[in-house]
């Protein structure tokens, strides 16, 4: 955002357009595109090694598209409106991020507020900003300015299924919220982006005190048994 924050096409879009395609390369760009694609390439990956969650398969989609979208862009010069792209979608994660870590230290109130942060960032950029901002340029703008052309039926589709996807998880998010509303607090069993490895840990552990309490109660049949029982069940509520 630092430095696109100096260059026109920043503040008007039809910018992204004008003497396409012969805009020149800048090392700025260059080395945002080698970072994003990077990383969404580790995404891609890690998702078969991390904690399964419910949106497993959208977010596999969604890191193709995105792949898709970068490579598509940067070989047809479409670098311009591809990095306001990537700067619309990349600005909810640091809030994301926080409310993992806030998970993580069990800081549940913290959790919910930086949850109902990032919902709202999330809801403006993705059903508000890209649409009226991003698509209107490339749908619209591009149109009128240098005019429908092969790769540009290609580059629409690929965006049309990202915004189809941001719905489905504004969807998602508002369940989620209008949850936390009734319950007063984000309920972790809910959350696909807010991960839950330190709940599963806790439960493998919980299951094998249990299992480990069982073996010694079946050697002493005396009320040690029954005090042992009573223990796991009140660590258990």
């Given at each position: 955002v630092?430095?696109?924050?100096?260059?026109?096409?920043?503040?008007?879009?039809?910018?992204?357009?004008?003497?396409?395609?012969?805009?020149?390369?800048?090392?700025d760009?260059?080395y945002?595109?080698?970072?994003?694609?990077?990383f969404?390439?580790?995404?891609?990956f890690?998702?078969?090694?991390?904690?399964?969650r419910?949106?497993?398969?959208?977010?596999?989609?969604?890191?193709?598209?995105?792949?898709?979208?970068?490579?598509?862009?940067?070989?047809?010069?479409?670098?311009?409106?591809g990095?306001?792209?990537l700067?619309?979608?990349?600005?909810?994660?640091?809030?994301?991020?926080?409310?993992?870590?806030?998970?993580?230290?069990k800081?549940q109130?913290?959790?919910?507020?930086?949850f109902?942060?990032?919902?709202?960032?999330?809801?403006?950029?993705?059903?508000?900003?890209?649409?009226?901002?991003?698509?209107?340029?490339?749908?619209f703008?591009?149109?009128?300015?240098?005019?429908?052309?092969?790769?540009?039926?290609?580059?629409?589709?690929l965006?049309?299924?990202?915004?189809?996807?941001?719905?489905?998880?504004c969807y998602?998010?508002?369940?989620?919220?209008?949850k936390?509303?009734?319950t007063g607090?984000?309920?972790?069993?809910?959350?696909?982006?807010?991960?839950?490895?330190s709940?599963?840990?806790?439960s493998?552990?919980?299951?094998?005190?249990?299992?480990?309490?069982?073996s010694?109660?079946?050697?002493?049949?005396?009320?040690?048994n029954?005090?042992?029982?009573?223990?796991?069940?009140?660590?258990?509520?």
């Amino acid at each position: 955002v630092r430095f696109m924050k100096k260059t026109p096409w920043f503040w008007n879009t039809r910018q992204c357009w004008y003497n396409y395609p012969y805009q020149p390369l800048t090392p700025d760009l260059h080395y945002y595109y080698m970072l994003e694609i990077s990383f969404i390439w580790s995404l891609l990956f890690s998702q078969f090694i991390d904690i399964k969650r419910k949106d497993f398969k959208m977010m596999f989609v969604h890191h193709v598209v995105s792949i898709l979208l970068l490579s598509f862009s940067y070989v047809n010069n479409m670098l311009r409106v591809g990095a306001l792209i990537l700067c619309v979608h990349d600005s909810s994660d640091v809030l994301l991020e926080a409310a993992k870590i806030a998970n993580y230290t069990k800081c549940q109130k913290l959790c919910d507020l930086l949850f109902g942060l990032f919902a709202l960032f999330f809801l403006s950029t993705r059903l508000a900003l890209y649409p009226l901002w991003i698509l209107n340029s490339t749908l619209f703008e591009s149109w009128e300015i240098v005019g429908p052309f092969p790769s540009w039926w290609v580059f629409n589709f690929l965006l049309l299924i990202v915004q189809l996807l941001s719905c489905m998880w504004c969807y998602i998010i508002i369940k989620m919220v209008c949850k936390a509303f009734s319950t007063g607090k984000v309920s972790k069993d809910e959350q696909s982006d807010i991960e839950t490895s330190s709940d599963d840990e806790d439960s493998v552990s919980s299951e094998k005190n249990i299992q480990s309490t069982t073996s010694n109660g079946t050697t002493d049949a005396s009320g040690a048994n029954g005090y042992q029982s009573s223990g796991i069940c009140s660590e258990e509520h």
